[in-house]
């Protein structure tokens, strides 16, 4: 049995859905259920004995560790967190408690939990933090890719709370021996992102008549990465990385945001034209740009493809057209995670 925490989000779900798609092994699914945490997205595991759902908060260490001693999982795999660089500009402090004090609560209970395993049961047990390239800061237009010893220059209340959880990881296999290994990963897409993320947004926008608002001139390059191939690149890591080791993962997809914006239009002329005929990048609208918003992030995923043998199975071509077929024959699950918050915070961060 694993125990995932943030198994109810965006890329914590994908984990889920996929590792009960290829394994009979059970997932006990930890999740608070902030705004970003949506059961609905784990619908089709109701009634699977393999998923045991328990919302809670990772910060809860007396619950955790119940959870730990209850159901003696061989490994603990970290997606807890806040994400989303905006709100953490508006509002850090729920940044700083669910990736910081959030990650090192779990993190002591699972120390106290590993230090009472027979010998063998301690040898296999594993502790998988997931985090994110943001924490290498940004990157001029002529640098290398981030590799895993890139310096960590964090420009976000958001990338800091993660670089800080990533610091937490790594002392606590340094200090105290726990097994841990650390996944910093790119921009992910797919299936059950939240419709505050770019691509989801833009989908979601242009069905509904709306401006596709791009910051500044939209030209931050970003390197996009499948959520199912992020999803396997953990499963591998899990079953064959070196702890205490740090494997970036990467999709090999730079690209600037309003190209990612255009391709989105571009598929939605295709699969769901206007009905006035018009292309839907007429929608695109720019729009002030965010404070301190990096230029570029690449990650270099060699590492991951030399020691451990694996690539992602999607082009950017193949996995957006995934997506956006996804959005177009999921309307009721788009409807439900449109809430009147979800609506107030678009139109407050992303007007004109």
């Known amino acids: 049995m694993i125990l995932v925490t943030g198994g109810a989000g965006f890329i914590g779900a994908n984990f889920v859905l996929d590792w009960l798609a290829l394994s009979d092994e059970p997932v006990v699914n930890v999740d608070k259920l902030t705004y970003a945490g949506n059961l609905e997205n784990l619908s089709s595991l109701q009634g ?10 990772i910060a809860d260490g007396t619950c955790i560790s119940q959870l730990l001693s209850q159901y003696r999982p061989r490994a603990v795999l970290n997606f807890a967190a806040e ?42 047990f594993r502790f998988l933090h997931v985090s ?15 590799t895993e010893t890139h310096r960590y220059e964090p420009n976000s209340p958001y990338s800091a709370s993660k670089a800080a959880s990533d ?44 401006p596709l608002p791009v910051y500044g001139d939209g030209m931050q390059v970003r390197d996009w990465l499948y959520v199912k191939d992020h999803c396997s690149a953990i499963r591998r890591v899990l079953q064959a990385g070196q702890t205490g080791e740090v494997y970036n993962i990467g999709g090999f997809n ?35 740009d965010r404070p301190g918003h990096d230029r570029r992030y690449a990650i270099d995923a060699r ?7 694996w690539r992602p199975a999607e082009t950017f071509e193949s996995g957006i057209r995934k997506t956006v077929q996804w959005y177009l024959e ?15 915070w678009v139109q407050k961060h992303y007007a004109p």
């Open 167 to 210: 610091h937490l990881v790594r002392a606590y296999h340094h200090t105290y021996g726990l097994p841990v290994l650390t996944t910093n990963c790119s921009n992910n897409y797919g299936p059950y992102h939240f419709p505050e993320k770019l691509i989801p947004l833009m989908i979601v926008n242009a069905l509904a008549g709306k």
């Open 303 to 309: 590492k991951l493809e030399q020691q451990l043998g």
């Open 83 to 124: 994400s989303h660089v905006d709100r953490s500009i508006h509002g850090p402090e729920d940044f700083i408690q669910t990736n910081i004090v959030g990650t090192f609560r779990l993190l002591e209970a699972v120390r106290a939990h590993w230090g009472t395993l027979p010998a063998p049961e301690k040898h296999a």
């Open 330 to 344: 999921h309307p009721d699950w788009v409807a439900h995670v449109q809430s009147g918050a979800y609506r107030e």
């Open 48 to 57: 699977d004995a393999r998923h045991v759902f328990v919302q809670a908060d």
């Open 254 to 288: 730079e690209k600037p945001n309003i190209q990612i914006v255009r391709s989105v239009c571009v598929l939605l002329d295709e699969l769901q034209p206007r009905q006035d005929g018009q292309p839907y990048s007429v929608q695109i609208s720019y729009v002030s």
């Open 132 to 146: 994110t390239d943001e924490v290498y800061g940004s990157l001029a237009a002529d640098e290398p890719a981030f």
